[in-house]
């Protein structure tokens, strides 16, 4: 009988424009030539080619929704759609994009001076340049109010000390947001490498989000002219917009990792013969095929939702915490059900759901954990905020 796909089932193509459907067909091609070749690759060894921010930046994926300076000034659904097919790949590549663009880049194009726009974010859109957004510390991720990290006065210059933790592309970047607690609160600071002071360190032994660097920032009496400050970032609320950024791309990104994990699985099953029969003819696989379908297609009506809220200037905050939790919750769930139907062949890097799963353990935790967004959703509907 004809086959569907899952998303197929649901229509969601006939709810994309052209040019959504021409940028989301360009994205899988790029992935499927030059990416997943690889993947396994650099999984294994843990490692993330510096080329491949050019050649993101010839597909004009880094800071696409972003306009001017180089960037291509897309809509938000066609950055989502872009975030799916390279999560569907790895996500360690949709990590790169999601900060270079939503972190870094957004950062500058928000924050930053006309001087500052002007000399990164033509650089980190070709990816000649990358940036990484330094926002937790070892002692504070979930509450970043509290900070150690300094920036003090020294006539119109700024001294920075304190250590950043867990940052992706850290070890790779060119230019550093790192935000700070002064006197007057929370500010922003952009930190080039080879600032006396500055230093990276990579960490290593990952066991999820292999295919990414994930480093230490260490700023030890780091010194930086006044032009260094991000002038229009004054309080915490500017990194945590930075967030609302990254949150939405993972909101559609972690849907393509369930996406690739679930035709995996269906397309293994209707290979694989067990008790003389192809395993996608038993009733039990078919049950657990269409429940992980559902909740991948309600995940991607959520994230166009969101996406064509976010492009009518409406998207708040809480609503952007529904699809973050909804989408990598499910992921992950669809994710280590579809290694399930892998049996032994599940467990190595020749099939996606495994890798797909260890990715998203981290994908739950950064950019807010899972308790974080509960919490936020909790908060919209008592008024009552519980993260104290
Ligand atoms: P709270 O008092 O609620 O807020 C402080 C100020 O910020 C404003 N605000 C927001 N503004 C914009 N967008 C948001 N999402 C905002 N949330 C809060 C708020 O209105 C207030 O403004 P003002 O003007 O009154 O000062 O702050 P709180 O200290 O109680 O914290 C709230 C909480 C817990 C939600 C926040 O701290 C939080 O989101 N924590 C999670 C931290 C997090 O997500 N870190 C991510 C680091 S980056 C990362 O993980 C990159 S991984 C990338 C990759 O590889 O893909
Ligand atoms: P904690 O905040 O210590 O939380 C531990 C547990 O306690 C979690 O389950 C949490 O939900 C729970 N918890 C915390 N507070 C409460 C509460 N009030 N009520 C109930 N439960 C609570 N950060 C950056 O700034 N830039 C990056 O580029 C970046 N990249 C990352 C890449 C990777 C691979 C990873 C794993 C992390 C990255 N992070 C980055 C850090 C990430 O944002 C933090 O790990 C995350 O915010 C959680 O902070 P934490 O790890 O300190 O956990």
């Not at 360009?26 to 499927?32: G, I, L």
């Not at 937790?136 to 109010?145: I, L, R």
């Not at 954990?369 to 959703?377: C, F």
Request: proline share 3%.
């Amino acid at each position: 009988a004809a086959r569907s796909t899952p998303l197929g089932l649901f229509g969601i193509d006939e709810m994309l424009d052209d040019e959504e459907r021409d940028i989301q067909v360009t994205v899988r091609e790029f992935v499927r030539e030059h990416l997943r070749p690889n993947i396994g690759d650099y999984f294994e060894s843990a490692t993330l080619p510096r080329e491949i921010a050019r050649e993101f930046g010839r597909l004009g994926v880094l800071g696409m929704h972003l306009d001017g300076y180089g960037c291509a000034g897309t809509n938000a659904v066609s950055y989502g759609l872009a975030c799916l097919e390279l999560e569907a790949a790895d996500s360690g590549f949709r990590s790169f994009v999601s900060v270079q663009g939503s972190l870094s880049m957004f950062s500058i194009h928000r924050y930053g001076s006309e001087e500052q726009k002007n000399e990164w974010l033509p650089r980190l859109a070709s990816g000649e340049a990358i940036g990484c957004f330094g926002l937790t510390e070892p002692d504070f991720g979930s509450n970043p109010a509290g900070m150690r990290t300094r920036a003090r006065r020294d006539g119109t210059d700024w001294i920075l000390t304190g250590t950043k933790m867990w940052i992706t592309n850290g070890g790779l970047a060119d230019i550093a947001t790192v935000w700070a607690q002064t006197d007057d609160g929370v500010r922003g600071f952009l930190v080039p490498r080879g600032t006396p002071g500055f230093e990276t360190r990579d960490i290593a032994k990952k066991l999820s989000l292999r295919a990414s660097i994930t480093s230490e920032l260490i700023l030890d009496d780091v010194r930086l002219p006044a032009s260094a400050q991000l002038p229009q970032a004054n309080s915490l609320s500017a990194p945590l917009s930075c967030l609302n950024e990254a949150r939405f791309g993972i909101v559609f990104g972690a849907l393509g990792a369930a996406r690739d994990s679930l035709e995996t699985a269906i397309e293994y099953a209707s290979t694989r013969e067990v008790f003389d029969r192809s395993l996608a003819s038993y009733q039990l696989t078919q049950a657990k095929l269409a429940d992980m379908t559902l909740e991948l297609g309600k995940g991607m009506l959520l994230a166009l939702r969101l996406g064509r809220l976010k492009d009518a200037g409406q998207l708040r905050p809480e609503q952007i915490s529904l699809g973050k939790l909804n989408s990598v919750r499910e992921a992950i769930g669809i994710a280590r059900e579809c290694r399930t139907i892998l049996g032994a062949s599940g467990i190595t890097l020749e099939y996606s759901p495994l890798r797909h799963a260890t990715n998203l353990e981290s994908v739950l935790t950064y950019e807010g954990t899972s308790e974080m967004h509960q919490l936020s959703i909790g908060k919209a509907l008592t008024g009552i905020g519980a993260f104290r």
